[in-house]
């Protein structure tokens, strides 16, 4: 053994430099060369494409069709006429369709997480015990009135009274008689699994609807489906931050007399503070960027700027790369700075919570 | 008339003055012991009510509408009951090449890929029934069985035959292939991150920036960069002498095209929660590996691996979820082309309703559902509960 290592040393002692780390806690220089250039590479992939469109929107449209290049001053003079031309004479639409996503995200965001998290706060502290013969006899009144309505085309919202009259008629009867009942989690499983179901899916009917209440085109409409769309999520996180809760503070707050409602919003939200911040940016988040729904359920007025973006391809001249650059910055500005501030969140587990259960 | 609402106005402020403030104090304590005393079904109400009118009811008449013939009229709309007449038409009819491609015969590889498949499926069933066998159980399996013997042979009538796939086969391609390539390189680079590495903090931010960009954006950045004679890889394109080239020309470099967009954009999400759960895996056990010799690989799959195994498994149910539903890249880089290589069953949907057909639109709707609940039911009970959570 020994002469062996003896004999080896010259060799083995440059492999090990090379190949075996100092200590546990370093790596060595050759996986650490390996690391740091997988990492750097793929940080180039992440922001180049960001780079591109920085830089594409600094170009004349000369700079574009000539070939690329890649560096402002260098390769090419940067220009501000396509910001100028998007901020000073083309201004209207983008604005319009700016605060509509404005208006649009801010208010269903806030409508979500406030419906989203009384629900998951009610789940972790209220036993419910709906009836499942109940919940059958509802489900079956309603796919009856679509068999009614689809089969022998009978108005739906005459079908639609008569199955809700039936339903409440029969509920307590079928209520006495069947005792089987479910639980809370049960609710909470069929919340949260409505995100399984694709939008495309739900999306047609819900614009049959709010054509039928002529709210098509309007924000109100887009509010409504954003915020069912991400609801899901702000039950499923939510509720996992109100169970980390005690439920000793709710008790002492009503054995003082606080309402449930006090209880909630002046002991239980301020203590989940950071899980709601983190829940609301991400549904923000993806509110600002919904594309399908949007689609479907705006056509002028109420156009988001997800919408505006993918119809600017249909221009005579082909796509015009430096404006498109512009818009989608002007886009992706807002995200990338309340990613910034959800990294954080998520790096301190508190989403990671919520993955795990 | 409003001399009247007038004076019955006048007459109760009349009535409630004398008792002062004491009255007003007492309505609102009895709206505050009402509301109390309601609070159980009005803190769930909001949420179920909102769920049953956007999301359940829709659900079902989107059943209808998939079942009917749907013509417009003036304002509003005339519904025909035609029976199965729009999924036949998607199955067998004229939608077939569209929904799940064009059939010949089948080659000798698709033969043996199907009866793989089916042998394995068999085994697979019968192992179940032998070993623990409950009846829901096994009709959970069938049902998981059935659809994936239905998938194999699509693709052996399709893919491994040399014809091309519907939007069936194109949205499973992207989950399939798009999921896979997300979780080896999230898990890869979460793991890198894992190091010991200065700047982590630098690369963390900088990798989770992608999934929060509005996916049109990402959709119009990667059809720039690809561009191959305005792009900035356009001096290589030239250089390879494929100046020409058009990514979204040909169809599988479009459906790797949009997989790459996809992918810049959902690793993020993989990566960052990944490597929270790295971050939790407790140091003890891992530098006592490393102190008994154990090699970099022994520890990842001994130690590391089975820690954040059930966090994986549920970071990828959520991706596959999301993946199902994927339209706006396709919609946006290709524009479902060419001809229909890139189109997602979403899209195709889309693409029937914007045609008018809205009977087709609400059937491949309901045909994406029907997959999407298969799959991720079968996902979460076999890998998430089964084999990741031992009870």
Known sequence: ?357 | MTSGTGATTTSRLGRVAPAGPNASVTTRARLNEWLDRQSRQLFIAPAVIIILIFSVFPTIASLVLAFSNIRLRAGSYQVQFVGLRNFRKQFFGTEQFHFLGTFTSISLLGWIVTIASAASLIWWLYRYAKRDFTILGFIGRLITASMGFGLALLFSATLFSGNPFGTLGVTIFYVIVGCTIQFLIGLGLAVLCAQPIKGRTFFRVVFFIPLMITPIGIGYSFRMLADTTKGPFSPIWQWIGLGDFGWANHAWTARLFIVIGDSWQWIPFIFVILLAALENVSRDQVEAGQVDGASGWQVFKEITWPQIAPVAATVMLIRIIEAFKLVDLPNIMTSGGPGIATESMTLHSFFAWRALNLGDSAAIAYLLLFVTVVLCVSFFNLLVLKRLRPA
Request: proline share 5%; charged share 15%; aromatic share 12%.
């Open chain 1, 1 to 357: 053994m020994i002469t062996q290592n003896i004999r080896m040393s010259p060799r083995r002692s440059l492999l090990r430099r090379w190949f075996e780390p100092k200590s546990i806690k370093k790596m060595a220089p050759a996986t650490a060369v390996i690391v740091y250039g997988l990492l750097i590479l793929w940080a180039v992939f992440v922001l180049f494409p960001l780079y591109w469109l920085l830089i594409t929107s600094f170009k004349l449209p000369a700079d574009v069709n000539a070939g690329p290049v890649y560096l402002p001053w260098i390769d090419f003079t940067p220009s501000l006429h396509a910001w100028r031309e998007l901020f000073v004479f083309d201004y209207e639409d983008t604005l319009r369709a700016y605060i509509n996503s404005i208006i649009i995200a801010l208010l269903a965001t806030v409508l979500c997480v406030t419906i989203g998290s009384m629900a998951a706060y009610a789940l972790g502290r209220i036993q419910y015990k709906p009836k499942f013969a109940t919940i059958v006899l509802f489900v079956l009144c309603l796919v009856a009135m679509a068999v009614v309505v689809g089969r022998w085309g009978v108005d739906w919202r005459l079908s639609l009274a008569v199955a809700l009259a039936v339903f409440f008629v029969l509920a307590r009867a079928v209520g006495r008689h069947f005792k089987a009942t479910l639980g809370n989690g049960d609710i909470l499983f069929w919340m949260i699994s409505q995100r399984i179901l694709p939008p495309i899916v739900a999306v047609i009917p819900i614009y049959m609807m709010f054509q039928s209440v002529r709210l098509l085109d309007t924000h109100i409409a887009q509010i409504l489906a954003y915020a069912v769309v991400n609801l899901p999520i702000v039950v499923w996180l939510m509720h996992d931050f109100f169970v980390t809760i005690p439920t000793d503070l709710d008790e002492s707050a009503q054995l003082d007399g606080a309402t449930r409602f006090t209880t909630f919003v002046e002991i239980i939200l301020p203590l989940a503070k950071p899980g709601l911040a983190a829940t609301t940016l991400l549904v923000l988040i993806l509110c600002w960027n919904e594309y399908l729904l949007s689609l479907f359920l705006s056509t002028s007025n109420a156009q988001t700027m997800p919408i505006l973006v993918a119809a600017m391809n249909a221009g005579e001249r082909g796509i015009l790369w430096w404006s498109m650059a512009v818009v989608i910055i002007v886009m992706i500005f807002p995200v990338v700075l309340m990613a910034l501030v959800l990294q954080r969140f998520i790096s301190r587990g508190i989403l990671l919570g919520a993955v795990k259960g």
